[in-house]
């Protein structure tokens, strides 16, 4: 499924690459999606050039838009290409980058799923640094911001099971609780 979705990147940006895309921000969110899009089924076939390729791809069209909007439901721009970059790193268990980008990712403003996503993977790449306090504010954060979504991730039940058995404090307990990590 990911060589598919690779192979409609590259297809669909070859049609697009005649420059129409830049000419207002609904065509570079679309161009930039679709190269976000294209950048994590890369990394899903563990192919590195060509994410960093499509996540350069994605990068310049964020910096022409010059600023986050949804044009066409897309919630594209500098935010979510930083949000993606993070995934990117984490998909490729580059901790250090993944800890070099955390800091710089900014999900306000993004629809609450995106935000509380993009805050699960912050916790996520502070975690596996083992900077255990920040990873449990960033969980936490990420469980305020979208809690149902939260709840339902089997990767933050998991995770909040393993910072639980990694510290005493009483709010990863309580985070640990309502997640249904523990009892």
């Not at 598919?4 to 609904?26: C, F, I, K, N, Q």
């Not at 310049?60 to 993606?84: Q, Y």
């Not at 640094?129 to 990873?135: L, P, Q």
Request: aromatic fraction near 6%; glycine fraction near 6%.
């Amino acid at each position: 499924m990911p060589a598919e979705a690779v192979s409609v990147t590259l297809d669909a940006a070859d049609d697009l690459e005649h420059g129409w895309w830049r000419s207002t921000p609904a065509s570079l969110s679309l161009y930039g999606t679709l190269f976000l899009n294209g950048s994590v089924a890369a990394a899903r076939m563990r192919n590195r050039a060509l994410a960093d390729h499509m996540m350069g791809k994605a990068d310049e069209a964020a910096r022409l838009l010059g600023g986050d909007s949804n044009e066409m439901w897309t919630s594209f721009g500098p935010s979510n290409v930083e949000i993606h970059r993070l995934a990117l790193a984490l998909e490729f268990e580059d901790i250090q980058l993944a800890v070099d980008v955390a800091p710089s990712v900014r999900a306000a403003g993004l629809p609450i799923e995106r935000r509380g996503r993009a805050r699960l993977d912050v916790a996520r790449a502070y975690a596996e640094a083992g900077r255990t306090d920040e990873a449990i504010d960033h969980l936490k954060r990420a469980y305020w911001t979208a809690p149902e979504q939260i709840k339902a991730h089997e990767f933050a039940r998991d995770l909040a099971r393993r910072l639980h058995k990694r510290s005493r404090r009483r709010d990863v307990q309580d985070l640990a609780v309502r997640l249904g990590a523990i009892k």
